[in-house]
């Protein structure tokens, strides 16, 4: 049974930084890893898809990696900004496009 | 210009009442998922339906019953709630299955069992 760890649970940072958040996933046979990104009260916003063939994915301040033999991605948000506040979700899809969650990580950014 | 949109936002109900949550989406995806969301924000699935034919049903008690009755609407009957029901239920959708494509969620149904 797949399990998804996400590291760590809750992060605050000053404006600015770089940071990096951490996913790992216990069983490596995966089509796809996909960051989300969850605000208080509302829905999922898909950030990165990542598919099992790739190695990295980029939108503007976000950067995706997937290193399946390892089980490991990690999202690295570039120059953080207050906006970028929310709860990162990591899912991995495998057997039976069965998606599975992490738990997240809980984000601040203080101006 | 919603993609994925669900009514009602909010329920609250007595225990031992049905209920009913609805979905529907706009993007032409041929999937469609149901996910729950527990109080400690752990998101799991519980149904995924592709071309209106049930493919996913993750050991939901069978007082859950999901319909499509056609590829852009998923509903969610729920019988005889119970209190550990109470919890967000996020529909959502996909243009192919979930191992290929990026999946689209709704705002949630936030139900709250009194």
């Known amino acids: 049974k797949q399990e998804v760890t996400q590291i760590p649970a809750a992060l605050s940072v000053p404006e600015g930084e770089n940071l990096v958040l951490n996913c790992s996933f216990t069983?490596?046979?995966?089509?796809?890893l996909q960051w989300f990104r969850q605000d208080p009260g509302k829905g999922l916003t898909s950030l990165l898809l990542i598919q099992s063939s790739q190695r990295e994915q980029t939108s503007g301040r976000l950067n995706a990696s997937l290193d399946k033999s390892s089980g490991r991605s990690t999202l690295y948000i570039a120059a953080s900004q207050p906006g970028d506040s929310a709860t990162y979700l990591c899912?991995?899809?495998?057997?039976?496009?069965?998606?599975?969650f992490g738990r997240g990580t809980s984000l601040i950014v203080h101006p | 210009d919603t993609a994925v949109s669900q009514t009602p936002k909010y329920l609250v109900t007595q225990m031992g009442n049905d209920k009913s949550i609805k979905c529907e989406q706009n993007l032409g995806h041929d999937t469609m998922y149901w996910y729950k969301q527990d109080s400690k924000k752990f998101l799991k699935i519980m149904f995924s339906y592709n071309n209106k034919e049930l493919i996913i049903n993750e050991t939901v008690p069978n007082r859950f019953s999901p319909k499509s009755p056609d590829k852009a609407h998923l509903n969610l009957h729920i019988n005889s709630l119970e209190l550990g029901d109470s919890a967000v239920y996020f529909c959502a959708s996909s243009q192919a299955l979930a191992g290929q494509e990026t999946q689209y969620f709704g705002p949630g149904t936030r139900l709250l069992v009194l």
């Open positions: 899912a991995v899809t495998g057997g039976s496009y069965i998606p599975t």
């Open positions: 069983d490596s046979a995966i089509y796809n």
